[in-house]
């Protein structure tokens, strides 16, 4: 079945810098397109970015815009973010989902907490 | 502000049926039929309810249908059950442009 797990959030200062990861099994992960979706606390959803399966088409979010890097390496089935220059704004929990236009499957979660 | 446009909240008796709308433009909901409806629980991740406007993924109830008009597009509930309580989201495609998926801000559904 259809798995994702993300890790690698926490609790960093503002302007620091913290990498998610996104953990993909039970599919082809080399496939799929996927995207990064982030919630702040008792908000909605928010789109942040999404990568093509050869990585090669990139789209990020204006608000993440020069601060966030979306990556995979499909010889690990798996997903990342760099997020740099962080702000309090950025305190969300953050999701990977399989992009099929559809979010079709989504991971659990990380929680970002950017706080001095 | 969101890019789609959600009541924040509906709600209905069990058995009944509710209607959730979702409006945005014609460069989103009105151009592509690439709407999507999530439900999420409290604490947990959003489900793909409905995809392609109305299409469900395997194992959804048909209870569960979406519909589009326009630039607006609909979520309905049929039968209402207590565990359908839930936030909805629904998102658009919004073109091969700076930010290609659009959400609403989510409408929490309370069954009474």
């Known amino acids: 079945q259809v798995q994702l797990v993300e890790s690698g959030g926490g609790l960093v200062k503002p302007g620091g810098s913290l990498r998610l990861s996104c953990a993909a099994s039970?599919?082809?992960?080399?496939?799929?397109?996927m995207s990064w979706i982030r919630q702040a606390p008792g908000k909605g959803l928010e789109w942040v970015s999404y990568?093509?399966?050869?990585?090669?088409?990139?789209y990020y979010a204006d608000s993440v815009k020069g601060r966030f890097t979306i990556s995979r390496d499909n010889a690990k089935n798996s997903l990342y973010l760099q997020m740099n220059s962080l702000r309090a704004e950025d305190t969300a929990v953050y999701y990977c989902?399989?992009?099929?236009?559809?979010?079709?499957?989504w991971g659990q979660g990380t929680l970002v907490t950017v706080s001095s | 502000q969101s890019a789609l446009t959600q009541p924040p909240s509906a709600s209905g008796s069990p058995g009944q049926s509710v209607t959730i709308s979702c409006t945005g433009t014609?460069?989103?909901?009105?151009?592509?039929?690439?709407v999507s409806w999530y439900q999420q629980h409290p604490g947990k991740a959003p489900k793909l309810m409905i995809y392609?406007?109305?299409k469900r993924p395997s194992g959804v109830p048909d209870r569960f249908s979406g519909s589009k008009s326009g630039n607006t597009a609909s979520l309905t509930v049929s039968g209402l059950q207590a565990e359908d309580e839930a936030d909805y989201y629904c998102?658009?495609?919004?073109?091969?442009?700076?930010?290609?998926?659009?959400f609403g801000g989510g409408t929490k559904l309370t069954v009474l």
């Open positions: 990568i093509s399966s050869s990585g090669s088409t990139i």
């Open positions: 998102s658009s495609y919004a073109g091969s442009n700076n930010s290609p998926v659009v």
């Open positions: 392609e406007v109305s």
């Open positions: 989902a399989r992009d099929t236009v559809d979010l079709d499957y």
């Open positions: 014609s460069s989103d909901v009105g151009g592509y039929n690439y």
């Open positions: 039970g599919f082809t992960f080399s496939d799929y397109y």
